[in-house]
């Protein structure tokens, strides 16, 4: 909160606030089209232009997606010392390294 209300009182535009998306655990996160082809559901949000049309796509719309250039972005952090920009654009094949329990993903942040 207090960085928000520092970057308003800067006169510094285009802060977008985190979003919390609330997605039950136990929603479901793929699905089949009319033509058998999944569809996941885009994490974490549907580009917010475009949110019917970005909500469920499928692995080949996905790849087409991240080439797409970037309109939306989150100022995070805070300090004097300098900033970095940067985007994950795709993160594929990552390695579990903190599974104790079997299915169970690795937790990969920036």
């Not at 979003?19 to 885009?42: D, P, T, W």
């Not at 949000?45 to 019917?52: I, M």
């Amino acid at each position: 909160k207090n960085a928000r209300r520092e970057i308003r009182s800067s006169g510094q535009s285009g802060f977008v606030p985190p979003k919390v998306h609330e997605v039950h655990i136990l929603s479901k996160n793929k699905k089949r089209n009319e033509n058998g082809q999944f569809l996941y559901r885009v994490k974490p949000g549907p580009d917010p232009k475009r949110a019917e049309e970005t909500q469920w796509l499928t692995s080949d719309q996905i790849s087409a997606e991240c080439l797409q250039p970037s309109h939306n972005w989150i100022a995070a952090g805070s300090g004097r010392l300098g900033k970095l920009h940067f985007e994950i654009i795709r993160c594929d094949g990552l390695p579990n390294k903190d599974s104790k329990f079997p299915g169970d993903k690795t937790d990969a942040f920036a």
